[in-house]
């Protein structure tokens, strides 16, 4: 099972409407976790870090849940530009401050 | 935020040639960066920690001999692809951690295709 697993997408959602992406975890003593966002050639840049009590900022909300080991972003109200590949990343079992990257959900949103 | 500096951003060269990437934090101290790779469609891929002042780690899979990494200063962490192939070609990646906590801050990454 890897480390960090999200489901590929692609979500192809209209302007102005809600998405939601999880993401699962299997290392139970990680601490941090993080959302990035990945345009097409270019490199990711953090979107939000989740810690426990979750995070929101603007239409962005992040979630954790580690009973069930998964986080989770939502994206509210939709904009042409939020099209991107999503990226969760949590802490490698392997420790040393590596973090792990889940394949990535592509997200494109339409008029 | 951290500014981590990749160079170059893109770079073609021929079969069989070595191909250097640096990775520089501008504005903190990277006692570890981290080298990913990335084919088109695919995840990024971790392939080594690079450690200052001491040997880089490599994970599975990933040859050393072949992938050699130079961690000399607190700023800057180095990727020298030798012998390069075309199937080397990809999207590699450095990041380093952030000041506050394990959070990675990534360079601009560099295209290397290999003709």
């Known amino acids: 099972r890897k480390e960090v697993e999200q489901d590929p997408g692609p979500f192809n959602v209209p302007e102005g409407a809600t998405v939601a992406f999880n993401c699962t975890y299997s290392?139970?003593?990680?601490?941090?976790f993080f959302w990035y966002r990945q345009d097409c050639r270019k490199e990711p840049k953090l979107l939000m870090s989740v810690y426990s009590s979750g995070n929101e900022d603007g239409r962005f909300t992040a979630q954790l849940n580690r009973a069930s080991q998964y986080i989770s972003l939502l994206i509210r109200d939709s904009k042409l530009s939020d099209s991107a590949t999503y990226l969760c990343a949590g802490e490698s079992s392997g420790g040393y401050n590596k973090l792990i990257f889940g394949a990535g959900t592509r997200l494109a949103v339409h008029p | 935020g951290a500014v981590v500096s990749q160079h170059p951003s893109w770079v073609i060269c021929k079969s069989g040639t070595s191909v250097k990437i640096e990775c520089r934090s501008l504005d903190f101290q990277a006692t570890t960066m981290f080298w990913y790779r990335q084919f088109p469609k695919q995840s990024l891929m971790l392939m080594a920690t690079s450690n200052e002042g001491s040997k880089a780690t490599y994970e599975q899979g990933v040859e050393k001999d072949k992938f050699l990494i130079n961690h000399a200063s607190l700023t800057l962490s180095t990727l020298t692809v030798t012998s390069a192939h075309p199937e080397d070609s990809s999207f590699y990646i450095c990041s380093a951690d952030g000041r506050q906590g394990y959070e990675a801050f990534f360079g601009q990454g560099t295209r290397l295709t290999v003709v």
């Open positions: 290392n139970s003593a990680s601490q941090s």
